[in-house]
């Protein structure tokens, strides 16, 4: 069965740095692109980042570039989220996803429950 | 950026009805769309991939249809479970995106 567990996610002022971790399970977790996809308190999806199988690629949005990080660890099945100079608009629910990209298909189907991230003074 | 619209953004329905969510991109995007359902407290989940593949395991109720621009997803008979937000979401180029979302309530 597919897990992905979220933590790292808490209260944070503004400015400062959170590591959000995901441990994955029930899959090869090195044979997968990888993604974080966050929701604000009462709003819709928004993607965050994607990092390829072998952490070589990586895709962000605009607001996140420069500021966020994200990172793998395959030999540990684990996927990171290094958030810094955080702002209160970064205030949301972050989901670890697993991104299937083969044969010119393209989809996420698998979310962690998420971590709460709470940039507040 | 593509820009993904949906319409409705709210729509109430009763057990039975035929629904039909409409998502629309600002560029074509292909087939490159997915549909996933998120109830309240609860993580997304995958219902359709590639404009119009079912995804393992969800019921033959939901169907996607459309390409290029416009796509729609079509709930053939509303169950009590389906009660749920719906999203769209692009994957033809970066930054990937969602559509708003389309909030399904009980009549």
């Known amino acids: 069965e597919v897990q992905l567990v979220e933590s790292g996610g808490g209260l944070v002022q503004p400015g400062g740095s959170l590591r959000l971790s995901c441990a994955a399970s029930?899959?090869?977790?090195?044979?997968?692109?990888m993604s974080w996809v966050r929701q604000a308190p009462g709003k819709g999806l928004e993607w965050v980042a994607n990092i390829k199988q072998d952490g070589s690629v990586k895709y962000y949005m605009d607001s996140v570039k420069g500021r966020f990080t994200i990172s793998r660890d395959n030999a540990e099945s684990s996927l990171f989220l290094q958030m810094n100079s955080l702002g209160a608009e970064d205030t949301a629910v972050y989901y670890c996803?697993?991104?299937?990209?083969?044969?010119?298909?393209?989809?996420?189907?698998?979310w962690g429950q998420g971590t709460l991230v709470t940039v507040s003074s | 950026d593509i820009q993904l619209t949906q319409s409705p953004s709210f729509l109430s329905a009763s057990v039975g009805d035929r629904v039909t969510i409409t998502c629309r991109a600002s560029?074509?995007?292909?087939?490159?769309l997915a549909w996933y359902q998120q109830k309240p407290g609860e993580a997304p989940k995958l219902l359709i991939y590639a404009a119009s593949t079912l995804q393992t395991g969800v019921p033959s109720s939901f169907s996607g249809s459309g390409s290029g621009t416009e796509f729609t997803l079509t709930i053939s008979s509303l169950q009590p479970e389906d009660f749920a937000t719906y999203y769209c979401?692009?994957?033809?180029?970066?930054?990937?995106?969602f559509g708003g979302g389309t909030k399904v309530e009980i009549k």
């Open positions: 979401q692009q994957f033809n180029s970066y930054p990937l995106t």
């Open positions: 996803a697993r991104y299937v990209r083969a044969s010119a298909l393209y989809y996420i189907d698998f």
């Open positions: 029930g899959f090869t977790f090195s044979n997968y692109f």
């Open positions: 560029q074509d995007i292909n087939s490159y």
